[in-house]
């Protein structure tokens, strides 16, 4: 095997060998007596491989491989994927300008069932990735290499799988619970409660984390000891286990650090630039998913713009509202604001330039907004007064900018921004997020927290405008909203919607935003609790007997 040049932080995947590719390439949902494909002779079995730590890290590859799916951690919106940026312009974040044609629309609009491909994409990339991860989990320990190297890989695998059903349970909730790979006899699992999952998952974790090298002392590419902890943590804090999420977090806690640019005396480029390929090496990153290219078969489609702010998908009103005025302030508060109000404020005709200045510098670092430059050309056309000027394609009027590369829009289908599955912002804010439901804990402790994420940014600090001796709600609401500016599109709308009970709340906002501002993509509406969980994909109920659909969905 070649060879493998893997950067530091990043998922590494390079694999270019053939009959890993063929062995690896097994449908999510079936099931054999052996993991590898024996009748071809031509390819390797079972018998012949497992046999060297070579074998090893090419099964390891091949669960990093696993985590670029354009379903999981990459997107190709005209390449008919539900990745990440799809499935969040399904929430209250986003939409779809395209409508109806958009996998994941019918999620927002309150008409999906359980026959939507978009669920089935999802379920699917994810069980591959908990496969790859128990054929390894189940194999090392029998493969030559020494003890510790097969804590290490043994690790590295029972924390990506974890994430895999940290992804799972997010928003299917119940599913099956699989940690070996299946014969044709246990072909067809029942439904294991998500309690009883994260149960499973965090007693692994716990027993194997430490066989992981930790940072600095890992290879280079490979996950780290603290960002198995990470991915622990946010299990842990996703299923309400706040102890261990709190525990989880403190192993992490020091070991990174936020980026910023340059002296970080601009508090725009200090958010801005992290989302550039020169800067995917930063220590902010804990978990990223590699991407490389043009030309080596191993670029990512997210960054796909067709040459200016994409217009398939987009941001919503609502999410750029949210962007408190640099005093910290909303902005029907602040005096800071000076934009319009009503269906005024996003006017295709004549955009309010005046209402995205004096803003919180993550809005432009994360949304693409009337008056902002892309490339080289300044979107600030008016219909009086500069009719020759680009419009903004999105109907919202709020394109996204988070992930998009215009520097580079020559490679958009080859791209090689990496994406962070996991950065040290997000571990902040879910520390604190944990210690406030968890109670206990003084405001100093949970906010210093909080504050360093705004201060990276130089937003002020929660003491000096929300003020001190605050309720455990009132903390909660702030690093809730904190979670949505800092990390909007990062694939983690609809696990804190779900968790926090806040889908309806989430299709009301957006109801409420169509009657202030004048229609949207499309209308939604919330049925109940079925909305409140994705359905079993229906094909998997048809296949496996003993798999019952949730009682939301007319289950068991």
């Given at each position: 095997?070649?060879?493998?040049?893997?950067?530091?932080?990043?998922?590494?995947?390079?694999?270019?060998?053939?009959?890993?590719?063929?062995?690896?390439?097994?449908?999510?949902?079936?099931?054999?007596?052996?993991?590898?494909?024996i009748?071809?002779?031509?390819?390797?079995?079972?018998?012949?491989?497992?046999?060297?730590?070579?074998?090893?890290l090419?099964?390891l590859?091949g669960c990093?491989?696993?985590?670029?799916?354009?379903?999981?951690?990459?997107?190709?919106?005209?390449?008919?994927?539900?990745?990440?940026?799809c499935?969040?312009?399904?929430?209250?974040?986003?939409?779809?300008?395209w409508?109806?044609?958009?996998l994941?629309?019918?999620?927002?609009?309150g008409?999906?069932?359980?026959?939507?491909?978009?669920?089935?994409?999802?379920?699917?990339?994810?069980?591959?990735?908990?496969?790859?991860?128990?054929?390894?989990?189940?194999?090392?320990?029998?493969?030559?290499?020494?003890?510790?190297?097969?804590?290490?890989?043994?690790?590295?695998?029972?924390a990506?799988?974890?994430?895999?059903?940290?992804?799972?349970?997010?928003?299917?909730?119940?599913?099956?619970?699989?940690?070996?790979?299946?014969?044709?006899?246990?072909?067809?699992?029942?439904?294991?409660?998500?309690?009883?999952?994260?149960?499973?998952?965090?007693?692994?974790?716990?027993?194997?984390?430490?066989?992981?090298?930790?940072?600095?002392?890992?290879?280079?590419?490979?996950?780290?000891?603290?960002g198995?902890y990470?991915?622990?943590?946010?299990?842990?804090?996703?299923?309400?286990?706040?102890?261990?999420?709190?525990?989880?977090?403190?192993?992490?806690?020091g070991?990174?650090?936020?980026?910023?640019?340059?002296?970080?005396?601009?508090?725009?480029?200090?958010?801005?630039?992290?989302?550039?390929?020169?800067?995917?090496?930063?220590d902010?990153?804990?978990?990223?998913?590699?991407?490389?290219?043009?030309?080596?078969?191993?670029?990512?489609?997210?960054?796909?713009?067709?040459?200016?702010?994409?217009?398939?998908?987009?941001?919503?009103?609502?999410?750029?509202?949210?962007?408190?005025?640099?005093?910290?302030?909303?902005?029907?508060?602040?005096p800071?604001?000076?934009?319009?109000?009503?269906?005024?404020?996003?006017?295709?005709?004549?955009?309010?330039?005046?209402?995205?200045?004096?803003?919180?510098?993550?809005?432009?670092?994360?949304l693409f907004?009337?008056?902002?430059?892309w490339?080289?050309?300044?979107?600030d056309?008016?219909?009086?007064?500069?009719?020759?000027?680009?419009?903004?394609?999105?109907?919202?009027?709020?394109?996204i900018?988070?992930?998009?590369?215009?520097?580079?829009?020559?490679?958009?289908y080859?791209?090689?921004?990496?994406?962070?599955?996991?950065?040290?912002?997000?571990?902040?804010?879910s520390?604190?997020?944990?210690?406030?439901?968890?109670?206990?804990?003084?405001?100093?402790?949970?906010?210093?927290?909080?504050?360093?994420?705004?201060?990276?940014?130089?937003?002020?600090?929660?003491?000096?405008?929300?003020g001190?001796?605050?309720?455990?709600?009132?903390?909660?609401?702030?690093?809730?909203?904190?979670?949505?500016?800092?990390?909007?599109?990062?694939?983690l709308?609809?696990?804190?919607?779900?968790?926090?009970?806040?889908?309806?709340?989430?299709?009301?906002?957006?109801?409420?935003?169509?009657?202030?501002?004048?229609?949207?993509?499309?209308?939604?509406?919330?049925?109940?609790?079925?909305d409140?969980?994705?359905?079993?994909p229906?094909?998997?109920?048809?296949?496996?007997?003993?798999l019952?659909?949730?009682?939301?969905w007319?289950?068991?």
């Open positions: 095997m070649e060879d493998y040049t893997m950067k530091q932080n990043r998922i590494f995947n390079y694999m270019k060998v053939a009959s890993l590719c063929g062995v690896m390439v097994l449908s999510a949902t079936s099931c054999s007596d052996d993991f590898f494909n009748n071809n002779p031509n390819e390797i079995s079972s018998s012949t491989f497992w046999k060297s730590e070579n074998d090893a090419m099964a590859t990093y491989d696993a985590m670029q799916d354009g379903n999981l951690n990459n997107d190709y919106i005209d390449g008919w994927k539900f990745g990440f940026l499935r969040e312009t399904c929430t209250d974040n986003g939409g779809h300008t409508g109806n044609w958009m994941g629309s019918t999620i927002a609009q008409t999906s069932t359980p026959n939507d491909e978009c669920f089935s994409m999802y379920w699917n990339a994810n069980y591959e990735l908990i496969k790859r991860c128990n054929a390894l989990i189940e194999k090392v320990d029998g493969i030559d290499m020494s003890d510790e190297k097969k804590a290490a890989y043994k690790g590295e695998a029972i990506l799988r974890a994430l895999g059903y940290c992804n799972l349970v997010s928003v299917f909730r119940d599913v099956p619970y699989l940690e070996k790979p299946l014969t044709l006899a246990e072909c067809q699992p029942e439904r294991n409660t998500k309690e009883e999952i994260a149960t499973k998952v965090l007693a692994d974790l716990k027993t194997y984390i430490p066989g992981i090298p930790a940072k600095g002392a890992a290879e280079k590419g490979r996950l780290t000891q603290e198995a990470a991915i622990m943590g946010r299990l842990a804090l996703f299923t309400k286990h706040y102890d261990e999420a709190i525990e989880a977090y403190n192993h992490v806690i070991k990174y650090s936020l980026f910023k640019s340059g002296d970080g005396s601009d508090g725009y480029k200090n958010f801005s630039e992290l989302f550039t390929e020169k800067n995917e090496e930063c902010e990153v804990i978990l990223g998913v590699h991407y490389a290219g043009p030309g080596l078969n191993e670029g990512q489609t997210f960054s796909i713009s067709w040459g200016g702010p994409m217009n398939a998908i987009e941001a919503t009103r609502n999410l750029c509202d949210d962007y408190y005025c640099t005093d910290g302030l909303p902005i029907d508060k602040s800071l604001f000076k934009g319009k109000t009503g269906k005024d404020a996003y006017d295709k005709d004549h955009p309010d330039f005046a209402r995205y200045e004096n803003r919180d510098p993550r809005l432009k670092g994360t907004v009337p008056g902002m430059k490339l080289n050309d300044v979107y056309y008016d219909k009086d007064s500069n009719p020759d000027g680009k419009k903004v394609p999105s109907a919202s009027q709020v394109a900018m988070k992930w998009f590369v215009p520097e580079n829009m020559a490679n958009e080859d791209g090689s921004l990496d994406y962070y599955v996991i950065r040290y912002a997000e571990v902040l804010l520390l604190s997020e944990a210690m406030i439901e968890k109670g206990g804990y003084s405001q100093e402790q949970i906010t210093k927290y909080i504050n360093e994420v705004r201060e990276r940014v130089h937003m002020p600090k929660v003491e000096d405008v929300e001190t001796g605050l309720s455990q709600e009132q903390l909660r609401q702030i690093v809730r909203h904190e979670r949505r500016v800092e990390l909007a599109f990062e694939d709308r609809f696990a804190d919607l779900y968790r926090w009970g806040e889908w309806k709340d989430a299709i009301d906002r957006m109801n409420k935003e169509f009657s202030t501002y004048g229609p949207g993509d499309y209308e939604r509406s919330y049925r109940g609790a079925q409140d969980v994705w359905p079993i229906q094909n998997e109920i048809d296949t496996d007997k003993n019952k659909q949730h009682k939301e007319g289950g068991e």
